[in-house]
Structures are given as structure tokens and as C-alpha cells.
Nanobody
């Protein structure tokens, strides 16, 4: 069964950090570009970050640039999102996604979506 499973979400105070993980099962991530998206209540799902299959190229939304870092460990079939200096506006359900082509991530039409993990930033 093909799955992407996110973990690492939770409640954190403003200024704190969290590290999200996304582990694939049923397929290998080696040849997929990977992305993180988020969706806050009442809002559309938005792009957060992506990483190329090799890990050599990354892109970030302006709202998270300099605070979030996407990385991958293909040997572990896992992608990570390190989130630092968290703000209340980062509160959302975070989803990972796998796509053969970058364009699929830009269009929010990846091959696979995870089920999401809740991140809440609040004092």
C-alpha cells in the first residue's frame, strides 16, 4: 500500500521549533520531488517548501524563507521540515506530497499526498 505518513506536529509556543517528518511506504522516494504544504482553517492549501529528488535544489514560500528548512534522507525514505522561529500564523495542518515533476507540486496535483499533521503555535 502506497502511503506518506507525516509526524512531529504538536503545540508549540511562538518562537519555538518543531521538526516534521514524512515517511514513505510502498514506494521509493528516490526519483520524486517532495513538497510540504499547509492548510489553515477556512483557507486554501498553500505551498511551503519543496526539494528536488537529489536534495540539491530547494524552494520556499516567502512567508517561511529563513525560518524553515526542507531536507531528505533517501536511504530512510523520509523527508523533513525543520521549522524554527514559529509564529501563530504558521498554525495549520501540514501535508507532505510526492511528485515526479516540480510542476505537479506548483499545481498542487502531486502523485501522492500524506494525511497531514497538525501544528499549533500559541502561548
Amino acid at each position: 500500500q502506497v502511503q506518506l505518513v507525516e509526524s512531529g506536529g504538536g503545540l508549540v509556543q511562538p518562537g519555538g521549533s518543531l521538526r516534521l517528518s514524512c515517511e514513505a511506504s510502498g514506494f521509493t522516494l528516490d526519483y520524486y520531488a517532495m513538497g510540504w504544504f499547509r492548510q489553515a482553517p477556512g483557507k486554501e492549501r498553500e505551498f511551503v517548501a519543496l526539494i528536488s529528488w537529489s536534495g540539491g535544489t530547494t524552494y520556499y514560500a516567502d512567508s517561511v524563507k529563513g525560518r524553515f528548512t526542507i531536507s531528505r534522507d533517501n536511504a530512510k525514505n523520509t523527508v523533513f521540515l525543520q521549522m524554527n522561529s514559529l509564529k501563530p500564523e504558521d498554525t495549520a495542518v501540514y501535508y507532505c506530497a510526492a511528485a515526479i515533476l516540480y510542476q505537479q507540486l506548483s499545481a498542487r496535483t502531486p502523485d501522492y499526498w500524506g494525511q497531514g499533521t497538525q501544528v499549533t503555535v500559541s502561548s
